[in-house]
């Protein structure tokens, strides 16, 4: 780590040029989390930084990697020459987490979490949920070594799913639809690479425009804005996972695969005759394990049966919904209410519901099972279409595609 508190209770930062200046060399420094006895390491292969003793039990002591502390070292400097309000590893008490970076804006705070070692993804959405908890967005960081792509395929593992930036998150995402989840790889020393994920293709998976930005001319604002896409490279990313769908193999079977099969069966619907509706990219799709296939076109149907009891329909109403996907997609209710919230405006926007003031909806168009393969997929090219139509007539106004 590069900070410590000396006896006097002055803490340092190593990367701070005015703290090194006036670092006494014979101090004795304390570690700012657990106050134990911090050994300064000053050799000529690695930067100077602290280090805990060897059998702490200080949870900010996980032993750093060469690259994750030249890393976090670089991320700092490239903030620092932006001018931008930066500390590096700060304590947050009201969350007791610490953050590699934290950059103070006006009106917002953004910690830089740089992660060079694979870690479960419970782990990364109980950090990133801490953070929101105390208004802190959150910028996983990954090392250029983790990025496996071919062309604007990206191959990921579950942990770098959840590790997607999403940008403000809010209950009523009326906008946040056009939002494209973003992953960060540090190519060290100077690029910073963006994959902005724009289509899902299987759970390892997506389809992603790449952005390289060079550092330090890039500044983080520019960094963390969502990409625009074309609307036909858009169309094409929707359509490669419908087409699979269709054509290619079936959804791997996870436990809730066969659940949600054998349902679907009940009702005669293979899985390759799904309705049209179902099966489309959300940016919250970054948080579920299973394929989008799958869930919506459980929660379609249980949509389509409620309109058959009522005329309207709200969040309220999807309450039995909303806990079965929780247990089964292993997600706390708060998401899948985002979720769910999400698909239902995807539906308004494929202009199957519309939505009122009050945030009820109406049933605009009954969606029907397709009776052959061919015919939804035809059903999809005519939705795919709607989608990215939307996404071109909005782009302009600030707002970015799906
Ligand atoms: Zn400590």
Redesign the pocket.
């Known amino acids: 780590m590069f900070t410590a508190t000396s006896s006097s209770g002055r803490t340092v930062s190593l990367l701070n040029d005015a703290d090194r200046e006036c670092m006494e060399t014979n101090a004795t420094w304390y570690?700012p989390?657990?106050?134990?006895c911090l050994q300064l390491k000053t050799g000529k292969k690695r930067r100077a930084h602290f280090a805990?003793r060897p059998n702490?039990a200080?949870p900010?002591?996980n032993p750093e990697s060469e690259r994750h502390l030249e890393g976090k070292a670089l991320l700092f400097q490239w903030l620092k020459a932006q001018g931008t309000d930066v500390h590096v590893e700060v304590f947050l008490p009201k969350s007791n987490q610490r953050a590699d970076l934290l950059v103070k804006n006006e009106n917002e705070r953004i910690a830089l979490e740089y992660q060079c070692s694979p870690i479960a993804r419970e782990h990364i959405r109980r950090r990133t949920a801490l953070f929101h908890s105390i208004g802190v967005q959150v910028l996983w960081v990954m090392p250029f070594e983790h990025l496996r792509r071919k062309g604007n395929i990206v191959y990921l593992k579950e942990w770098q799913w959840e590790a997607a930036y999403l940008g403000r998150l809010s209950e009523a995402p009326d906008t946040d639809l056009q939002r494209m989840p973003a992953l960060f790889f540090f190519q060290a020393p100077s690029i910073l690479w963006t994959a902005h994920i724009n289509g899902y293709l299987s759970p390892r998976k997506a389809h992603a425009r790449f952005v390289a930005h060079r550092l330090p001319q890039a500044e983080l604002e520019r960094v963390r804005t969502p990409a625009t896409v074309q609307g036909s490279t858009q169309r094409n990313a929707l359509l490669a996972y419908k087409k699979e769908n269709r054509y290619g193999k079936r959804p791997s079977s996870t436990p809730f695969s066969m659940i949600v099969q054998a349902q679907l069966l009940r009702d005669k619907i293979p899985i390759h005759l799904h309705p049209a509706e179902a099966g489309w990219f959300l940016p919250e799709q970054t948080w579920v394990s299973e394929a989008p296939v799958l869930w919506q076109s459980w929660l379609l149907l249980k949509i389509i049966s409620q309109f058959k009891r009522q005329s309207f329909i709200s969040l309220q109403t999807l309450e039995t919904e909303k806990q079965w996907l929780s247990t089964h997609l292993q997600l706390p209710v708060t998401r899948v209410q985002i979720l769910i919230n999400a698909y239902l405006r995807l539906l308004v926007r494929l202009q199957v519901l519309k939505i009122h003031a009050d945030d009820t909806f109406t049933l605009m168009q009954t969606p029907n099972v397709p009776q052959s393969a061919d015919a939804g997929f035809k059903m999809d090219q005519h939705y795919a279409t709607r989608l990215c139509a939307v996404n071109n007539a909005i782009a302009p106004s600030g707002f970015l595609p799906l």
């Open positions: 570690c989390f657990c106050k134990e805990h702490t200080c900010s002591s």
